[in-house]
C-alpha cells in the first residue's frame, strides 16, 4: 500500500527554520510528482509548494515564495520542504501529497489533482 509519513515539524520562532520530511512507500517516488499543502484552524486547506519527478519544475504559494523551498530526493523516496523566515501565519497543519503523474500544471495547486496524503505534522509558528 502507498504510505506516505510526514516528519519534522514542531514549534519554532518568529524568523526560525523548520525543514520537513515526507518518506514514501508503496510506490515508485521517483516517477511522480509530489506537494505540500497546509491546513490552519477555522481556514480550508492551502497549496503550499508543488515539485515535478525530477526536480525540474517548482511551484509555490505567493505567500510561501522565497521563504519555503521543496526538494525531493528520488534515491531515497523522500520529499522536503525547507521552511525559512517562519511567520505565525505558517503555523498549520502540513500535509504531503503524491500525484500519480510525473509533471506539473495548474492542477497541482488542487487537492484533487493528487491521489495520496500523509497524516499530516504541525507547525506552530510563535510571534
Known amino acids: 500500500q502507498v504510505q506516505l509519513v510526514e516528519s519534522g515539524g514542531g514549534l519554532v520562532q518568529a524568523g526560525g527554520s523548520l525543514r520537513l520530511s515526507c518518506a514514501a512507500s508503496?510506490?515508485?517516488?521517483?516517477?511522480?510528482?509530489m506537494g505540500w499543502f497546509r491546513q490552519a484552524p477555522g481556514q480550508e486547506r492551502e497549496f503550499v509548494a508543488a515539485?515535478?519527478?525530477?526536480?525540474?519544475?517548482?511551484d509555490y504559494a505567493d505567500s510561501v515564495k522565497g521563504r519555503f523551498t521543496i526538494s525531493r530526493d528520488n534515491t531515497k523516496n523522500a520529499g522536503y520542504l525547507q521552511m525559512n523566515s517562519l511567520k505565525p501565519e505558517d503555523t498549520a497543519v502540513y500535509y504531503c501529497?503524491?500525484?500519480?503523474?510525473?509533471?506539473?500544471?495548474?492542477?497541482?495547486?488542487?487537492?484533487?489533482?493528487?491521489?495520496?496524503w500523509g497524516q499530516g505534522t504541525q507547525v506552530t509558528v510563535s510571534s
Open positions: 508503496g510506490l515508485t517516488f521517483r516517477s511522480y510528482a
Open positions: 515539485i515535478s519527478w525530477n526536480g525540474g519544475s517548482t
Open positions: 501529497a503524491v500525484r500519480l503523474n510525473a509533471y506539473l500544471n495548474g492542477g497541482s495547486r488542487t487537492e484533487g489533482w493528487y491521489g495520496y
